[in-house]
Nanobody, 120 residues
Framework: QVQLVESGGGLVQAGGSLRLSCAGSGRTFNYAMGWFRRAPGKEREFVAAISLVGTTTAYADSVKGRFTISRDNAKSTLYLQMNSLKSEDTAVYYC??????????????WGQGTQVTVSS
């Protein structure tokens, strides 16, 4: 079964932190992976990506210096550590596998999403 399942979302105050996890199964973890988000009324937005072995990462300018993407291939788990959260980070966050780029169309597998709400 090919599946990605996110967890770790929730409600947090501005300035706080959250860590998202994404558990993979099947062949979903045999690729570079990324995190995207979609805020209400907005387009899906690239957040961060990481190479297959974790040596290369990429971030959107809006999260650079605040978010950290990482992966544990032994556990087939992808992470997104989010610090100094802002109200504009409120969105549904999705993990995806298949690419290290910022174009969502290059990713093959997607999770169902986890809601992150930052209160100001």
């Amino acid at each position: 079964q090919v599946q990605l399942v996110e967890s770790g979302g929730g409600l947090v105050q501005a300035g706080g932190s959250l860590r998202l996890s994404c558990a993979g199964s099947g062949r979903t973890f045999n690729y570079a992976m990324g995190w995207f988000r979609r805020a209400p009324g907005k387009e899906r937005e690239f957040v961060a990506a990481i190479s297959l072995v974790g040596t290369t990462t990429a971030y959107a300018d809006s999260v650079k210096g605040r978010f950290t993407i990482s992966r544990d291939n032994a556990k087939s788990t992808l992470y997104l550590q989010m610090n100094s959260l802002k109200s504009e980070d409120t969105a549904v966050y999705y993990c995806a596998s298949g690419s290290i780029g910022s174009d969502y169309r290059s990713y093959e597998f997607w999770g169902q999403g986890t809601q992150v709400t930052v209160s100001s």
